[in-house]
């Protein structure tokens, strides 16, 4: 039995559909669990739909969401003939629970809302995929992942209650692969005991594609990209990134710790526990290669890039000059676990403590407040966190040019630098 997983680049227009289609049907003799990203854009969009709704602007929240809304009946159209009804009405009970939601008031947390209505792409893109494989008289299910995924309530990053998810995954997908030989589900999305959407965390569908290849021992995960390999940074911003055909799970591990989008964090780890290799492989061309993560450790990796934008730098300084220490460094970390943020780089001074975050407004902006209480706290933000395994002189040099580094930290492996 193969996991593969396939990004919303594979799907973002209908001929891109038709390919993936192509690629799991060239391997229908297997036993295949297929997850499925949001079409291409879609949750970009669907968070904007969030945000509307969270500011009270019901009737825009509405409006984005029709857009939505009319381009997957519209891709549905050109896909669908025998099935087209079939599809629309389940695509239409999607629909349905967001708008109900779109016309009540907001009285709980924005995270719990973006939840709710980001999940939908997912639902859609496979709802969509699903029929017309099935349509293709391929030997199709499809499974809605929030019944097998049971999760805490820690929503837009959940964690995972494992005994229940592994047996209901177990138990249902064994049924399911009774009948059909590909079975189409979601990543990225779970749900709580309550039956409340949840999502686990940004890029979170190949933690989700990790995970079932753990519970079902997998022969392997797939994860089709529009890339070629894994490379040496995103080509978007460094056109000279190489590709890397092999890495050891321990390599992708830091490269996902310091940001590296490839690959999610909290990937490596179910698979790396039961030996299940990871191959990232290109949905343009599936003949190349691409990158095989396994055991197996790979000497002479060339300097690898993360670069990760939309930082905050926040300063929290002793307000009566004692020293940063245990206490005052606990009572810190006790506000981050609260309000639910995590440092990406952290460094003390006597009386300071430095931290780099993600700049979630609404999250960033609780932290300043409940700190101010304890610390003196400034923040800049609109900086950069720079990070570079196995780095060389030349090219800290040619990163950091025309840039101020705020903060900067070595190890003889990897170098992180916040800039402006």
């Known amino acids: 039995m193969k996991v593969f997983k396939f990004g919303g680049a594979s799907m973002n227009s209908v001929d891109r559909i038709k390919n993936v289609a192509k690629i799991i049907q ?11 990203s949001a079409i291409g854009k879609t949750t970009n969009a669907l968070e904007k739909v969030a945000e ?77 995929l699903y029929h017309y494989l099935a349509e293709q008289h391929t030997s199709v299910g499809w499974l809605d992942a929030r019944d097998v995924v049971r999760t805490d309530n820690n929503f837009r990053d959940a964690n995972l209650d494992w005994a229940f998810t592994q047996q209901k995954t177990t138990d249902t997908l064994q049924h399911f692969f009774s009948k059909h030989n590909v079975v189409i589900t979601q990543g990225f999305i779970g749900a709580t005991d309550e039956n409340e959407s949840v999502t686990l965390g940004r890029e979170g569908s190949d933690y989700s594609a990790a995970l079932f ?7 392997s995960v797939t994860i089709w990209k529009d890339v070629d390999a894994v490379m040496s940074a995103d080509p978007k911003k460094y056109p000279s990134a190489t590709n890397i055909n092999s890495l050891s799970y ?17 990937t490596i780890k179910p698979l790396q526990n039961k030996n299940i290799p990871l191959l990232v492989k290109s949905f343009l061309d599936p003949t190349l290669p691409g990158t095989c993560i396994s055991n197996q450790f790979t000497k002479g990796l060339p300097p690898i890039i993360v670069y990760k934008e939309s930082q905050v730098l926040i300063q929290f300084k002793s307000k ?26 952290t460094q ?24 101010s209480v304890l610390f003196d706290v400034s923040m800049e933000r609109s900086l950069s966190l720079l990070t570079i395994r196995h780095y060389q002189q030349d090219v800290i040099n040619n990163l950091t040019k025309n840039t101020t580094i705020l903060l900067e930290q070595k190890t003889p492996e990897t170098l992180q630098m916040v800039i402006r």
Not at 327 to 344: A, G, S
């Open 348 to 371: 003390n001074t006597a009386i300071s403590l430095l931290c780099c975050f993600d700049d979630r407004t609404e999250k960033i902006n609780e932290l300043a407040a409940r700190a």
């Open 250 to 266: 321990a390599e992708v591990i830091e490269m996902a710790y310091y940001g590296a989008q490839v690959i999610h964090p909290k």
């Open 26 to 36: 060239s391997f229908e003799k297997d036993q295949l669990l297929v997850i499925v």
């Open 52 to 128: 509307a709704y969270f500011n009270e602007r019901k009737e825009e929240a509405l409006q984005l969401f029709e857009q939505i809304k009319n381009s997957h009946l519209t891709t549905l159209k050109y896909l669908t003939v025998t099935r087209w009804q079939e599809a629309e009405n389940q695509l239409k009970e999607f629909f349905t629970e967001i708008e109900w939601l779109l016309h009540d008031a907001p009285v709980r947390k924005y995270d719990y809302y973006y939840d709710q209505i980001v999940c939908c792409g997912e639902l859609l893109s496979t709802v969509i």
């Open 213 to 219: 290849a753990n519970i079902l021992e997998s022969e």
């Open 320 to 345: 009566d000059f004692s020293f940063m220490e245990d206490k005052p460094i606990h009572d810190l970390h006790e506000i981050f676990n609260e309000v639910r943020i995590k440092p990406n780089v």
